[in-house]
């Protein structure tokens, strides 16, 4: 097999899931915020989060593994997408649907939780 510098390492495999932790841990204070109606530490969270999603832009650099954790996630995301859609047309849902805030936090908060139950179980 061949030398690959850009190759992912057991260092690099653990700082990226060390960051889905904090994005799980970030994106949950997130969402508990937009649900209670407060923001405990304004905009932190939403930044950790968001870095946490836009840094999946590079998840073709991480091994096969990584790969697999983020698909789960990402198809579970998308799942949550679909459901918010088909709400937002039905008329008496319109209160929690038309909250963007609230739809994005529930959004990457199912996809970090997903993310952390298919590491936990195993991928």
């Not at 038309?98 to 199912?110: E, K, M, N, P, Q």
């Amino acid at each position: 097999m061949p030398y690959d510098p850009a190759a992912s390492n057991h260092d690099d495999r653990g700082f990226v899931l060390v960051i889905m932790w904090i994005g799980l841990a970030a994106s949950l204070v997130f969402l508990a915020g937009k649900l209670l109606g407060s923001d405990l530490f304004p905009g932190l969270p939403l930044g950790v989060t968001a870095g946490s999603l836009i840094g999946l832009l590079f998840v073709g650099r991480q091994d096969e593994y990584f790969q697999r954790l983020a698909a789960i996630a990402a198809r579970w995301a998308c799942a949550v997408v679909g459901f918010w859609l088909l709400a937002s047309e039905i008329s008496a849902t319109e209160a929690y649907v038309s909250d963007r805030g609230l739809g994005l936090a529930i959004v990457a908060a199912t996809f970090h939780v997903r993310f952390a139950i298919a590491r936990l179980i195993g991928g």
